[in-house]
């Protein structure tokens, strides 16, 4: 007998294979789904996601979520987000036609930037700057050397010494150059030989007419020699009067030498503050990219995830997983919506709420961006806080818009800086901070100030420049921090500017001042001592400058007397009396 | 394994339908070929227990062509991309996707598109295949392959004690 082409059995054997199938996806359907979420947003978040646990109800379908854990791909031994619950409802007939729309959805104990027990795998390794890049560099990077006075004396070039050797070779030379002069000068003994001559010339008896002219003669002669006498005289004046004013100005310099020096011996010690390197980054770097994290949430969590989902280019399959594709028409609702969600973000006892709507990856077929909004006033933390803003996804990217203000946060016992060079603890202050930012076509532009008062910083380190940044910090009251963000949204960077450089600098120079005074003392008095030693040679010789002035201004003073005055007026009268005389006339 | 294998041996040297063995190589080739969890492999697996199929056909044929899809992974990406992406066919996909079984097959992921247009394509040509090499084996190359010193020195291992066991 021909036996028949249906095998009964086996469709029995269908029916139990399919029931313990079912039986199995029902006992383990949280499992299933949380293996299921932890590789879909390992996907969209690029590295791996860890879920503790996944809890659902049919009636009404709801899911809860506990314990995940966002492992940030840029830093893998963080997480970038950590939820402790996540608990929302499942719209059950768009379910079916494969849309998940949540109508509520709420998430709690939400933290960023936490430590990972273990290093979590990465899908997609994005090539990622610093979000802050002067803190990257580390503090190590900070090279201040206070300089010694032996290093700035070795760098400065002293010039007391070489004024005072140039002094001295001025004086020489002058001193040569009037030893010639002098020698030209009429003696004491010319000059009385001078006098007696025009004496004899003049008060002697004349005989006749040929005795006149004679005399005449001789005078004559003598006048000349009076005349280069007086040029000598002159000569000499002149190079007397250029000496001294050559000499006034050398001992000039070398009294004013010494403290020009010190002058720039001062102005080495005076720090370059770019030199000092952005010390608000390097200082307040850490802390700020981590309060960032908080403002930049909605941009740097959900809009890189909303934009993977979105396109699932941005990361290349792996093998054997194939891709999913699309097909929706644009006019169709979205296959993903968070219709509300609370969001609560724990810091420390205190939580803040974000209030959302519309999360999706499809605002194009919603209509309508993604809107947040958080507002919390007078609590333990601070005294207000406002922040809102929207984003949504379109062909370009992202663009989105975000402004907040946030005023009287007390911050306590807040390290800054754990670094093995150098260590700062926020011990207390109260910071304001507001802002705003907006993202078109994925790129990030924004700006804000962080306001620091009441400061109490508490800093220290092994090496000199950081116990002196460190007191400078300590005297710091209070602070304002300009920070500027931009670049791609997927890798935003973060800059800090305040006067702390300014005020650091200064600081610093005063300290490395106080600190070598002792020795600034000791070369100031060494450069006097030289200055005195050279002005004790060489003032006395200028006041003999002085003396051989009025010397040959005494020999000048003679020499006009005896060529101008004397000579011809008694000769003229010998003259007159002696014609009168022949005449036979009285007068 | 060397069950299924003795299991498998003792039907190409039974009586059973040269169709059977065919088809169950077939449908164990779309089974492993294609990602396992999708709802036309339940269709696969029901038409394999209810009609009268050789399982043990079905079994291998699925394990060995499960390793092969591993192999052929990319290429039916590919596939999968280029028709899923195909102009043309836009519209049928998007009339797929808005149903809920449309969406239920899942032929919107590429290597399930890719592997299903392989593995129909190949199915005609492996059945005909299948069925002319158990032809012709039970004609000529079950009495050449005895005659085989290594067939020999097998039938002397404890493969041959199964196979034996099973054929009673």
Do not use: C
């Given at each position: 007998m021909k036996r028949s082409i249906i095998r009964w059995p086996g469709l029995l054997a269908f029916v139990v294979f399919v029931g313990l199938l079912v039986a199995f996806s029902w006992l383990f359907l949280d499992s299933i789904l949380r293996w299921g979420m932890e590789k879909t947003l390992g996907r969209l978040n690029g590295a791996e996601v860890n879920?503790?646990?996944?809890?659902?109800?049919?009636?009404?379908?709801?899911?809860?979520?506990?314990?995940?854990?966002?492992?940030?791909?840029?830093?893998?031994?963080?997480?970038?987000?950590?939820?402790?619950?996540?608990?929302?409802?499942?719209?059950?007939?768009?379910?079916?036609?494969?849309?998940?729309?949540?109508?509520?959805?709420?998430?709690?104990?939400?933290?960023?930037?936490?430590?990972?027990?273990?290093?979590?795998?990465?899908?997609?390794?994005?090539?990622?700057?610093?979000?802050?890049?002067?803190?990257?560099?580390?503090?190590?990077?900070?090279?201040?050397?206070?300089?010694?006075?032996?290093?700035?004396?070795?760098?400065?070039?002293?010039?007391?010494?070489?004024?005072?050797?140039?002094?001295?070779?001025?004086?020489?030379?002058?001193?040569?150059?009037?030893?010639?002069?002098?020698?030209?000068?009429?003696?004491?003994?010319?000059?009385?030989?001078?006098?007696?001559?025009?004496?004899?010339?003049?008060?002697?008896?004349?005989?006749?007419?040929?005795?006149?002219?004679?005399?005449?003669?001789?005078?004559?002669?003598?006048k000349a020699d009076f005349r280069a006498d007086r040029d000598a005289v002159k000569q000499f004046k002149d190079t007397v009067s250029q000496a001294r004013e050559t000499l006034s100005a050398e001992l000039a310099a070398v009294k004013s030498a010494p403290g020009d020096d010190i002058d720039r011996i001062q102005q080495f010690f005076k720090l370059d503050s770019q030199g000092l390197g952005n010390v608000t980054s390097l200082v307040f770097g850490e802390k700020a990219r981590q309060w960032s994290q908080y403002i930049l949430l909605a941009y740097e969590q959900v809009a890189p995830m909303l934009a993977r989902s979105s396109n699932d280019q941005t990361i290349e399959p792996a093998r054997g997983q194939g891709q999913w594709l699309s097909f929706t028409e644009d006019d169709a609702p979205p296959e993903f919506l968070i219709k509300k969600a609370v969001t609560e973000f724990a810091f420390g006892d205190t939580v803040l709420d974000v209030d959302w709507r519309n999360i999706t990856h499809q605002h194009?077929?919603?209509?309508?961006?993604?809107?947040?909004?958080?507002?919390?006033?007078?609590?333990?933390?601070?005294?207000?806080?406002?922040?809102?803003?929207?984003?949504?996804?379109?062909?370009?990217?992202?663009?989105?818009?975000?402004?907040?203000?946030?005023?009287?946060?007390?911050?306590?016992?807040?390290?800054?800086?754990?670094?093995?060079?150098?260590?700062?603890?926020?011990?207390?202050?109260?910071?304001d901070t507001d802002g705003s930012m907006a993202v078109r076509s994925n790129q990030l532009e924004g700006n804000g100030a962080i306001r620091l008062a009441n400061l109490d910083i508490q800093a220290s380190g092994e090496?000199?420049?950081?116990?002196?940044?460190?007191?400078?910090?300590?005297?710091?009251?209070?602070?304002?921090?300009?920070?500027?963000?931009?670049?791609?949204?997927?890798?935003?960077?973060?800059?800090?500017?305040?006067?702390?450089?300014?005020?650091?600098?200064?600081?610093?120079?005063?300290?490395?001042?106080?600190?070598?005074?002792?020795?600034?003392?000791?070369?100031?008095?060494?450069?006097?001592?030289?200055?005195?030693?050279?002005?004790?040679?060489?003032?006395?010789?200028?006041?003999?400058?002085?003396?051989?002035?009025?010397?040959?201004?005494?020999?000048?003073?003679?020499?006009?007397?005896?060529?101008?005055?004397?000579?011809?007026?008694?000769?003229?009268?010998?003259?007159?009396?002696?014609?009168?005389?022949?005449?036979?006339?009285?007068? | 394994m060397l069950t299924l294998l003795a299991k498998l041996l003792k039907a190409l040297n039974s009586e059973t339908g040269a169709w059977a063995l065919a088809f169950a190589f077939v449908l164990g080739m779309v089974l492993g070929l294609t990602p396992l969890w999708r709802v036309h492999n339940l269709i696969i697996l029901l038409a394999a227990l209810l009609f009268r199929i050789n399982l043990s056909?079905?079994?291998?044929?699925?394990?060995?062509?499960?390793?092969?899809?591993?192999?052929?992974?990319?290429?039916?990406?590919?596939?999968?991309?280029?028709?899923?992406?195909?102009?043309?066919?836009?519209?049928?996909?998007?009339?797929?996707?808005?149903?809920?079984?449309?969406?239920?097959?899942?032929?919107?992921?590429?290597?399930?598109?890719?592997?299903?247009?392989?593995?129909?394509?190949?199915?005609?040509?492996?059945?005909?295949?299948?069925?002319?090499?158990?032809?012709?084996?039970r004609g000529h190359i079950q009495a050449w392959l005895l005659k085989l010193k290594v067939v020999q020195g097998l039938r002397a291992s404890r493969f041959w004690q199964i196979y034996a066991g099973i054929r009673g």
């Open positions: 879920i503790e646990r996944v809890e659902h109800s049919w009636v009404p379908l709801s899911i809860g979520v506990y314990g995940i854990q966002v492992t940030n791909p840029q830093q893998p031994e963080n997480n970038r987000v950590v939820v402790g619950e996540v608990r929302a409802d499942i719209d059950t007939g768009q379910l079916l036609l494969g849309r998940y729309i949540f109508e509520q959805m709420n998430a709690s104990g939400i933290r960023v930037d936490q430590p990972r027990d273990s290093a979590g795998e990465v899908y997609a390794p994005v090539t990622k700057d610093s979000l802050l890049d002067a803190a990257g560099s580390g503090l190590e990077a900070l090279d201040i050397e206070l300089p010694s006075v032996d290093d700035i004396m070795q760098q400065v070039n002293i010039q007391t010494e070489t004024v005072i050797a140039n002094a001295k070779q001025t004086f020489a030379e002058q001193q040569q150059k009037l030893e010639q002069a002098k020698a030209a000068l009429p003696s004491d003994e010319t000059l009385k030989s001078y006098e007696q001559r025009i004496k004899e010339l003049t008060e002697g008896k004349i005989e006749g007419l040929g005795d006149l002219a004679q005399r005449r003669e001789q005078l004559e002669k003598l194009q077929q919603l209509g309508q961006p993604t809107t947040f909004q958080a507002r919390a006033d007078n609590n333990g933390l601070w005294q207000s806080f406002n922040l809102n803003g929207e984003l949504s996804l379109g062909e370009n990217g992202i663009d989105a818009r975000q402004q907040w203000q946030l005023k009287g946060l007390k911050l306590s016992d807040t390290p800054l800086s754990e670094s093995s060079a150098f260590s700062a603890t926020l011990l207390a202050t109260t910071l090496q000199r420049w950081a116990q002196l940044v460190g007191q400078a910090l300590g005297q710091l009251q209070r602070l304002d921090i300009r920070a500027n963000m931009s670049g791609d949204i997927t890798s935003p960077s973060l800059s800090l500017n305040s006067d702390l450089d300014r005020q650091l600098t200064e600081a610093l120079t005063g300290t490395a001042m106080s600190a070598a005074q002792d020795k600034l003392d000791a070369v100031k008095a060494r450069l006097n001592e030289q200055v005195q030693s050279a002005l004790s040679e060489q003032q006395p010789q200028l006041a003999e400058l002085t003396q051989l002035l009025e010397l040959a201004d005494s020999k000048d003073s003679r020499l006009n007397d005896l060529l101008n005055a004397k000579a011809e007026d008694s000769v003229g009268d010998k003259l007159k009396e002696g014609l009168f005389k022949k005449l036979g006339g009285n007068n | 056909a079905f079994i291998v044929s699925f394990l060995v062509f499960s390793g092969i899809a591993y192999l052929l992974d990319p290429w039916f990406h590919q596939i999968g991309m280029s028709v899923l992406q195909s102009p043309s066919w836009q519209g049928v996909w998007e009339t797929l996707y808005a149903s809920p079984w449309g969406r239920i097959t899942q032929f919107h992921h590429s290597i399930t598109m890719g592997s299903i247009i392989v593995s129909l394509l190949f199915a005609p040509i492996l059945a005909v295949l299948s069925y002319l090499i158990v032809i012709n084996y």
